[in-house]
């Protein structure tokens, strides 16, 4: 079994990245995010809800199911 790779590798410097970024610069972080989320939701929000949703219920469908 293939231990490791690219994607996992890159996923992992991207999160650090992220995670520094609200470590370091708080303010700058959370304007940027929210001017993701006002994006987001001025954009897509109907898709947007819908997707958390079914995500939300595929989450409680794991769940419970065996």
Do not use: D, H
Not at 22 to 37: D, M, S, W
Request: aromatic share 22%; hydrophobic share 60%; proline share 2%.
């Amino acid at each position: 079994m293939k231990k490791g790779g690219a994607v996992f590798y890159i996923s992992i410097a991207v999160t650090i990245l992220i995670v520094l970024w609200g470590l370091l610069l708080p303010t700058g972080f959370e304007n940027a995010a929210n001017a993701a989320l006002g994006f987001i939701s001025n954009n897509f929000g109907w898709f947007y809800v819908l997707t958390m949703f079914s995500f939300v219920a595929f989450s409680i469908y794991m769940a419970f199911s065996k």
